[in-house]
């Protein structure tokens, strides 16, 4: 990332496909692994799981990221900015991993259910100087009736576009299945989609 600074460029999440096993407890001593899995179009694509102290695999994930340049604010392609090998040849964390929502099969968020609204302050704020990603998963999570207490297994999640300080955030759902068991979230900025998500829940 220092590299990418110096010479004016960034790197922002895109889209992520993630799958939850078990969450460590506090104490517990996990292993985080972390690797590329090469581009695609415009987007660069990198794996991560975790471990357990016996080995086991307690969550993992595929997820694309852009690479931007800072001033215009406008992706460029990765293959120009990254190694062109940047690519590790082993299986993804969970073999039906797929990044990417199309919004045919999403619906419009006009007619989801409102479940909250705030406003970005200055703690969502990353280096990049908008929402940082981790607070869309946050938001996302929201959906679920009885969360925290009830987790998602899955969430898959695209952002759509950048959220920066000051704007309305509003979060609305809508339920897929008659069990209460997948859900649609959708992440309005100022009115207009910043990021859409489907998120499953244990059977």
């Given amino acids: 990332k220092?590299?990418?600074?110096?010479?004016?460029?960034?790197?922002?999440?895109?889209?992520?496909?993630?799958?939850?096993?078990?969450?460590?407890?506090?104490?517990?001593?996990?292993?985080?692994?972390?690797?590329?899995a090469g581009n695609r179009r415009l987007f660069a694509q990198r794996c991560i799981e975790l471990i357990d102290a016996g080995g086991m695999r307690?969550?993992?994930?595929?997820?694309?990221?852009?690479?931007?340049?800072?001033?215009?604010?406008?992706?460029?392609?990765?293959?120009?900015?990254?190694?062109?090998?940047?690519?590790?040849?082993?299986?993804?964390?969970?073999?039906?991993?797929?990044?990417?929502?199309?919004?045919?099969?999403?619906?419009?968020?006009?007619?989801?259910?409102p479940v909250m609204t705030l406003t970005a302050g200055g703690r969502h704020i990353d280096h990049n100087g908008h929402v940082n990603n981790a607070h869309f998963f946050n938001w996302a999570c929201e959906v679920i009736p009885g969360y925290p207490e009830i987790q998602p297994c899955r969430i898959r999640l695209d952002v759509v576009h950048e959220i920066r300080?000051?704007?309305?955030?509003?979060?609305r759902r809508a339920c897929i299945d008659h069990e209460g068991r997948r859900w649609r979230?959708?992440?309005?900025?100022d009115g207009m989609l910043a990021a859409r998500a489907l998120l499953e829940l244990n059977e």
């Fill in 2 to 36: 220092r590299q990418l600074h110096a010479h004016g460029f960034t790197w922002m999440l895109s889209r992520i496909d993630l799958k939850v096993g078990t969450l460590p407890r506090q104490g517990e001593e996990v292993l985080v692994r972390t690797w590329p």
């Fill in 58 to 113: 307690q969550a993992g994930a595929l997820y694309d990221y852009i690479i931007v340049d800072i001033e215009k604010r406008m992706p460029v392609r990765p293959e120009h900015h990254l190694p062109q090998n940047l690519r590790l040849d082993r299986p993804l964390p969970y073999p039906d991993l797929e990044t990417g929502i199309p919004p045919s099969d999403f619906g419009d968020p006009a007619g989801f259910e």
């Fill in 165 to 171: 300080r000051g704007q309305t955030i509003e979060i």
């Fill in 185 to 189: 979230a959708a992440i309005l900025a």
